[in-house]
């Protein structure tokens, strides 16, 4: 099965700070990957699908870019509300998850 | 408008069996996989497996082979998730989702003696 890894595990920053989470596939997964948002207690969000493609109605501040086994998602200009998890997804085979990434306040 | 509603939070007893369910409105119940996941308290989100309720062919994780079966009820667009013998282990949200953009709000298993 397909592995993802996801780095940092976790980041500290402030309002208005640029974040970027990077995650890699074991396999080339094309752009098969989703991103997910998920704040304590709460189910998670979808941000971006298809490495690279906004979900309708999430902020545009949030942007995905990657193919094949390395993809990155940019957060430019954090806001209060974007504090929490984020994990990224491949559902080229079999779906699996990254470990995730935990966004706090510096 | 695309709903999907869990069954309520449960405590069972290891040994046990348990099936949870997930009820989809707004359609496409048969046009769409529709996945299970897992979350253990405190931990990450761990892909259970998937249904095509149209044909009731299903995928697995590895990790889920064997320790849970999926199946789905088109007359009633449910999708059922269903534990044979629990395990303490298996204490965890559970969601279902579709396409990830659409989610339950998780049913929160608790196996304990």
């Known amino acids: 099965d397909i592995q993802m890894t996801q780095s940092p595990s976790s980041v500290s920053a402030s309002v208005g700070d640029r974040v970027t989470i990077s995650c890699q596939a074991s396999?080339?997964?094309?752009?098969?990957v989703n991103w997910f948002q998920q704040k304590p207690g709460g189910v998670p969000r979808l941000l971006v699908f298809d490495a690279s493609n906004l979900e309708q109605g999430a902020p545009p501040r949030f942007s995905g870019s990657g193919s094949g086994t390395e993809f990155t998602l940019t957060i430019s200009g954090l806001q209060s509300e974007d504090f929490g998890t984020y994990y990224c997804h491949q559902y080229d085979r079999l779906d699996t998850f990254g470990p995730g990434t935990k966004v706090d306040l510096k | 408008e695309v709903h999907l509603v869990q069954s309520g939070a449960v405590v069972k007893k290891p040994g046990e069996s348990l099936t949870i369910s997930c009820a989809v409105s707004?359609?496409?119940?048969?046009?769409?996989?529709h996945s299970w996941v897992r979350q253990v308290p405190g931990k990450g989100l761990e892909w259970v497996g998937r249904?095509?309720?149209?044909?009731?062919?299903?995928d697995y994780s590895p990790s889920f082979r064997g320790r849970v079966t999926m199946s789905a009820d088109t007359s009633i667009s449910t999708a059922f998730l269903h534990f044979n013998s629990l395990q303490s282990s298996d204490t965890a949200m559970y969601y279902c989702a579709r396409l990830g953009r659409n989610w339950g709000q998780g049913t929160l298993v608790t196996v304990s003696s």
């Open positions: 249904i095509n309720p149209a044909d009731s062919s299903v």
């Open positions: 707004g359609g496409g119940f048969t046009t769409f996989w």
């Open positions: 396999q080339d997964v094309n752009t098969l």
